[in-house]
């Protein structure tokens, strides 16, 4: 495994389109997390997943955004009726549950990065 | 509210001209403390994890401090190929899940 990974890495899409996003995690780890990022900023929580269940989502996240992560394996992360400040990077992590090697830390994919014009 | 802060915003070093970034952060309850690398238009790259105040871990030219009020990534001798974005985050005790807070990153520069 050669840890997360992220498809498509670019997406331009017009307003008022929907868009999906693809995220596989590292295979042994229970837990994923998305999150979004735009310049300067650090990346922002949108929602979390244990095994299938979606346990937490932001109140940042509208409802034009869902997260679905069936069979608690890959997750998609959709957006309808994409709007022009929708353009950021979406970032994928996964995280075990076990503290194993000592830490929770999170791991992330490549990214997507998504241009409404 | 939880916040998490970093100084300087950007930093231009000369190689081999060492110094510290500093993250500042108020949480109730804090799990842990990362320390990311990022590299433009990538995704954040795991560097630490820091639990409780007085430990400190290093890796190569790194070395991150941790107290109960803020953390320090000290960059001994840096070199070009250390120039990128340097995010700390902390996870913090939640109900159904403990929420991780990035900082805005300090975007560091290693002048040849």
């Known amino acids: 495994d050669t840890g997360v990974s992220q498809n498509p890495r670019h997406k331009i899409t017009k307003r008022g389109q929907n868009v999906t996003f693809r995220c596989d995690p590292i295979s042994e780890h229970n837990r994923l997390y998305w999150y979004r990022q735009t310049l300067g900023q650090g990346p922002e929580f949108l929602t979390y997943f244990q095994n299938e269940a979606q346990l937490e989502k932001s109140r940042l996240l509208s409802d034009r955004f869902s997260a679905e992560r069936p069979k608690g394996s890959f997750s998609t992360l959709e957006i309808q009726r994409t709007e022009q400040g929708d353009s950021a990077m979406y970032l994928c992590?996964?995280?075990?549950?076990?503290?194993?090697?000592?830490?929770?830390?999170?791991?992330f994919g490549p990214g997507t990065r998504l241009t409404v014009t | 509210e939880d916040q998490v802060t970093q100084s300087p915003e950007a930093l231009r070093l000369q190689e081999g001209e060492s110094s510290s970034l500093n993250c500042s952060y108020t949480?109730?309850?804090?799990?842990?403390l990362f320390w990311y690398r990022q590299d433009p238009g990538k995704g954040p790259e795991f560097l630490f994890t820091l639990y409780s105040a007085g430990e400190e871990k290093e890796k190569e030219r790194l070395k991150a401090t941790l107290t109960k009020k803020e953390s320090f990534l000290h960059i001994t001798a840096p070199k070009p190929e250390d120039s990128a974005t340097y995010l700390c985050?902390?996870?913090?005790?939640?109900?159904?899940?403990?929420?991780?807070?990035f900082g805005p990153g300090t975007s560091l520069s290693v002048i040849p």
């Open positions: 985050a902390v996870q913090a005790r939640g109900t159904s899940y403990d929420k991780v807070i």
């Open positions: 992590a996964s995280s075990s549950s076990l503290r194993t090697s000592g830490s929770y830390e999170q791991y």
């Open positions: 949480v109730s309850g804090l799990r842990g």
